[in-house]
């Protein structure tokens, strides 16, 4: 049975940051491409980051560019998401994602993702 656990969320001022990680639990599975999506209150899932398992090719949100960066761990299955300079506009559940099926580009889109995580909470405060 695969299993993604983030950790990682918290409270912190704008200008600070995070770092969330993502576990992956399946002894025998292996994704595609992994993503970071976050959803604010009243807001729709939005695409946040994504990675290549194998290859580490990376694709980010342009909201998040310069800013976050997202990595993952082959021998730990786990993938991470870095972030820096946090802004308000920032706060939301965060949640990790797992793509099984090829795709070039990475896929953006949510319900292109076939196993989710709980989420984790990230508030940045002004």
């Known amino acids: 049975q695969v299993q993604l656990v983030e950790s990682g969320g918290g409270l912190v001022q704008a200008g600070g940051s995070l770092r969330l990680s993502c576990a992956v639990s399946g002894r025998t599975f292996r994704p595609y491409a992994m993503g970071w999506f976050r959803q604010a209150p009243g807001k729709e899932r939005e695409f946040v980051a994504a990675?290549?398992?194998?290859?580490?090719?990376?694709a980010y949100a342009d909201s998040v560019k310069g800013r976050f960066t997202i990595s993952r761990d082959n021998a730990k299955n786990t993938m991470y998401l870095q972030m820096n300079s946090l802004r308000p506009e920032d706060t939301a559940v965060y949640y990790c994602a797992a793509d099984t099926l090829p795709k070039y580009p990475l896929s953006t889109n949510s319900y292109e993702y076939e196993y989710w995580g709980q989420g984790t909470q990230v508030t940045v405060s002004s």
């Open positions: 990675i290549n398992w194998r290859g580490g090719n990376t």
